[in-house]
Structures are given as structure tokens and as C-alpha cells.
């Protein structure tokens, strides 16, 4: 398949195609999705087949506002309608429960959807063109870092899919916030843009499910069945060295060698010359460090390196997003000072 490279000029192309039945990756606020007819089963079966996505991991229903919620949910809670005034257009996704017009593929056959406004001028265009609900998972090779670049959407998917739209590099960095409303009280399902201080401070408790902060065994059941998969993960092994960042930094350098590569923040980078290095961004910027965390992951594979030692941030606000998908990138393989 030839795969067209789009800019935000083409978003009536892209509309087209995506009503036609076609695969379209476009950038959104946390990463590019690869979008699909989210009605059209034959479609979205698609989005499986190019990016080898394990069938039982549903997919999330992407529309252009809270108006379009009670097409494909039902019954919704005041809760959805309050959570969508606050932080919709962006990065936080709720789980309700759906009506017979989602089909089965979509929800790998959950009686629950994930419903989500992203806030990006390319992606809500597109929707709005479209007057469908869009279903788009992350534009990645299933298990390979998440793309926060037209490149990196290209380097997996060239080939593969209809078209890429170009809107340059993501603005939030990882993936959406998962809320599951469906349940008392709301359970965090993963951690995103919209920070759990900020959900709690709209909703009252929210309980943290358990995969999010540790790693599921294979007889488990996870509430968001993705959470069960390998993921995120650069081809040689990553391991997190949790604690003060001074001393994190000291045991990152005396662990250097041959074929070590070091994710560090920027105050440390001076302790690792010579060595392959992606730096976060400042130690006390964990937007910076969301943005750049993706691109860092997906770098070391072009590298020489057979072991990433990563420094990580304290898991409070954005932290909890960042730290969740190290965690998940190492496979939970932490080292606590
Ligand atoms: P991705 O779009 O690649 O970031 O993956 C979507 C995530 O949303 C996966 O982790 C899914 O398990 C989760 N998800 C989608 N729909 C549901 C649902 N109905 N219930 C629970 N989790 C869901
Ligand atoms: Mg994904």
C-alpha cells in the first residue's frame, strides 16, 4: 500500500478516507492515533492487522464533543457530562457504558467504550469533517514506544496504512488519562495528561487501579485489558533508578560501560560523557519530561546498547504518567535507593 504523507490542509482528505473505510494516523495533543471508521468493523479490523494488536485490547471512540456522547453510550452519568466540561477538548478518556451501535471489535466485546475529545486543532477538524466516531489507538507497531512524530508514525506504519497527517510534534507527550466511570467510586485505569489531583478535585476519591503502579502476573485479569501487554519498550532492557535524583545520578555513573545508555534530566548530564544519553528535560518540568519521554525510548533503538538505566521523577501530578510509563517500558524492573 502506498501511504500518503498529509499536512493539516488535507484534513477533507483525510475525512474521506476515513469514511471510506481507510487507516489514517494524525496527530492529536497526547500522541498520533491511527484512526478507523469506529462502525465499520471491516475498518477497525484493520487497525489491528497494522499495528499486530492483540484482538482483546479495546480501542478508544474519539468524537468532536460531550454532544456526541449519547450516539454510542447509555446510560451516562452526570459525572461524564461534569468531567467533559472540565477537561474536554483533552487528554482524558472515560470509560461508560455502550450502546449496540459500537460494534464488538471496537470493544473487544466489553459492554463498556472509552470515549475521548482530543484537543488538537488537525484531529478535531478531522472529526468534525467526518461526523463519525473516529476509533484510534496509539499510531505504534503494537508494543513499540508510542509516536509523538509524524517520523516515528512513519517509520512503524509506512506501508501499512492509507495516510499520515503531519501536525508536528505532540504537545502532551503520552497517552490519555483512562478514567472508568462505570464503576464506585471511578477507578483510574491509566495515568495521563489530566492528573489524578485534577480528577479527584472534580469527582471526589477515585480508586488507582493496580496495574498502573505494578507489574499484572499473566493469570491476572486487568480491568483495562491493555494493561496486561508488553509495552513501550525499547529493544534493549530498561531499568529505572527510583529515588533523590542526586543519588540516582551517582548510580546511574558508576554503573557505566560498554553498550550502557543513560536517560537522565538535564541538571545530570555532564556525569555521563561519552556515553548514548537522552535527556528528559530539567529535573522539575514533568511536562517536558512527558513530551520527550517517547521519542528518548524510541531513540535508543537505533543505538548501540544493550542496557538503559533511566533516572525517574516522583510520581506526584504529571509524575504519575511519567513514571508509569517508564515503569512499563523497564517492565517494572525498578531499582528503589
Ligand atoms: P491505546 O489507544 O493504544 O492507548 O490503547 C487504549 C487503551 O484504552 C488500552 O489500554 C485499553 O485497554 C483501554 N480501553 C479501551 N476501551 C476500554 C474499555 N471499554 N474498558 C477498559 N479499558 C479500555
Ligand atoms: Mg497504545
Given at each position: 500500500m502506498n501511504t500518503l504523507r498529509l499536512t493539516p490542509q488535507d484534513a477533507p482528505l483525510a475525512a474521506r478516507l476515513l469514511a471510506q473505510g481507510g487507516l489514517v494516523a494524525f496527530p492529536t495533543e497526547t500522541v498520533y492515533g491511527l484512526g478507523a471508521n469506529g462502525l465499520d468493523p471491516a475498518a477497525v479490523a484493520g487497525i489491528f492487522a497494522a499495528k499486530g494488536r492483540p484482538q482483546d485490547n479495546p480501542l478508544i471512540l474519539h468524537v468532536p464533543g460531550p454532544d456526541h456522547l449519547a450516539r454510542y453510550c447509555d446510560p451516562i452519568p452526570a459525572a461524564a457530562y461534569d468531567?467533559?466540561?472540565?477537561?474536554?477538548?483533552?487528554?482524558?478518556?472515560?470509560?461508560?457504558?455502550?450502546?449496540?451501535?459500537?460494534?464488538?471489535?471496537?470493544?473487544?466485546?466489553?459492554?463498556?467504550?472509552?470515549?475521548?475529545?482530543?484537543?488538537h486543532p488537525v484531529a478535531l477538524a478531522i472529526l468534525k469533517l467526518c461526523q463519525l466516531p473516529v476509533a484510534a489507538p496509539s499510531a505504534n507497531t503494537s508494543g513499540r514506544p508510542s509516536p509523538t512524530t509524524a517520523q516515528a508514525v512513519w517509520e512503524d506504519m509506512a506501508g501499512r496504512i492509507d495516510a499520515v497527517v503531519d501536525g508536528g510534534p505532540c504537545r502532551v507527550g503520552v497517552e490519555s488519562t483512562i478514567v472508568?466511570?462505570?464503576?464506585?467510586?471511578?477507578?483510574?485505569?491509566?495515568?495521563?495528561?489530566?492528573?489524578?489531583?485534577?480528577?479527584?478535585?472534580?469527582?471526589?476519591?477515585?480508586?488507582?487501579?493496580?496495574?498502573?503502579?505494578?507489574?499484572?502476573?499473566?493469570?491476572e485479569k486487568p480491568r483495562a485489558p491493555g494493561m496486561k501487554y508488553r509495552h513501550y519498550a525499547p529493544k534493549a532492557p530498561v531499568t529505572v533508578v527510583r529515588g533523590d535524583p542526586t543519588a540516582s545520578a551517582r548510580y546511574i555513573a558508576q554503573r557505566l560501560g560498554p553498550g550502557v545508555g543513560v536517560i537522565c534530566f538535564d541538571d545530570y548530564v555532564n556525569l555521563f560523557p561519552g556515553c548514548p544519553l537522552r535527556s528528559l528535560g530539567p529535573q522539575g518540568d514533568r511536562a517536558e519530561q512527558a513530551r520527550r519521554l517517547f521519542e528518548a525510548l524510541r531513540w535508543f533503538d537505533g543505538q548501540d546498547v544493550t542496557a538503559i538505566l533511566t533516572q525517574s521523577p516522583d510520581s506526584d501530578g504529571l509524575g504519575l504518567a511519567v513514571t508509569n510509563r517508564l515503569n512499563k517500558a523497564a517492565g517494572f524492573h525498578i531499582i528503589d535507593l
Open positions: 468531567l467533559a466540561r472540565r477537561f474536554w477538548p483533552g487528554p482524558l478518556t472515560m470509560i461508560l457504558p455502550r450502546r449496540e451501535v459500537v460494534p464488538d471489535v471496537v470493544t473487544a466485546g466489553l459492554d463498556t467504550v472509552g470515549m475521548r475529545c482530543p484537543d472508568d466511570l462505570t464503576v464506585s467510586p471511578p477507578r483510574l485505569l491509566r495515568p495521563g495528561g489530566v492528573t489524578l489531583e485534577e480528577l479527584e478535585a472534580a469527582l471526589g476519591p477515585v480508586a488507582v487501579d493496580e496495574a498502573v503502579t505494578r507489574l499484572m502476573s499473566t493469570g
